[in-house]
């Protein structure tokens, strides 16, 4: 029975008042002192949180950083470099995340955090690259779903060639993205697409993916 420290004071002081009272046995009593297990805090656990949570943050940030055209401007003006250049500067430092990842989690296959910390600065790098692409004049007159699904498929192809869950959690959030723009794209003025709103439409989705995965979960042996 693993518990805490001060979870098996009372456990102690009870089994030590049964065998006063003799309601077990000396031999009972070291058995049950032996099957206490004290854990100290779970440090580990709590990096894992505190792990997903800077994620979380970091796409929340990166997120309202690409949507508002203004900020994206405004940043290209601050560097003072053109934003195709800003593309590519942006997608080199990427694949080089993407490459020192593969390359650290070869040799330290133990530290599986701070490898994913490394795939997650590529992540970054991929989506601050689209949202410049945004920027240039060759793209600056495509509708947002198209970056969307660029972003969904560099987070597909990338996040199956070096089989990383956190790039693979990306590429979910992009297709979920890149699905709510398109219909909305389609459905013009209308908030509903094929009498589906928001939330309808999300749970096709999820029902579709549910559909393509369980076959592979349960297939026979």
Not at 76 to 83: E, N, Q
Not at 131 to 155: I, K, P, Q, S
Request: net charge neutral.
């Amino acid at each position: 029975m693993k518990i805490t420290k001060r979870q098996a004071k009372p456990v102690y002081l009870a089994i030590d008042e049964w065998e006063k009272d003799q309601h077990i046995s000396p031999d009972q009593a070291h058995t049950l002192r032996a099957s206490v297990e004290i854990v100290g805090f779970d440090w580990k656990l709590l990096a894992v949180y505190s792990f997903w949570i800077a994620i979380t943050c970091c796409v929340i940030a990166v997120g309202v950083l690409l949507a508002d055209d203004f900020l994206m401007a405004l940043l290209a003006k601050l560097i003072d470099t053109p934003a195709s250049v800003l593309t590519v500067i942006s997608a080199v430092l990427a694949a080089l995340a993407y490459y020192g990842g593969a390359q650290r989690r070869l040799k330290h296959p133990e530290k599986r955090f701070s490898n994913e910390a490394v795939y997650f600065f590529g992540v970054l790098m991929s989506a601050v690259s689209v949202g410049f692409l945004r920027e240039t004049a060759w793209f600056e007159t495509f509708h947002v779903a198209f970056f969307l699904g660029l972003l969904m498929v560099v987070y597909g192809l990338v996040g199956w060639r070096l089989n990383s869950i956190l790039i693979w959690l990306f590429g979910l959030l992009a297709f979920a993205g890149w699905s709510l723009e398109l219909t909305q794209y389609l459905a013009d003025a209308n908030d509903y697409f094929l009498g589906l709103n928001v939330a309808w439409r999300l749970a096709l989705w999820v029902a579709l993916c549910w559909a393509v995965h369980l076959p592979r979960c349960y297939r026979p042996t």
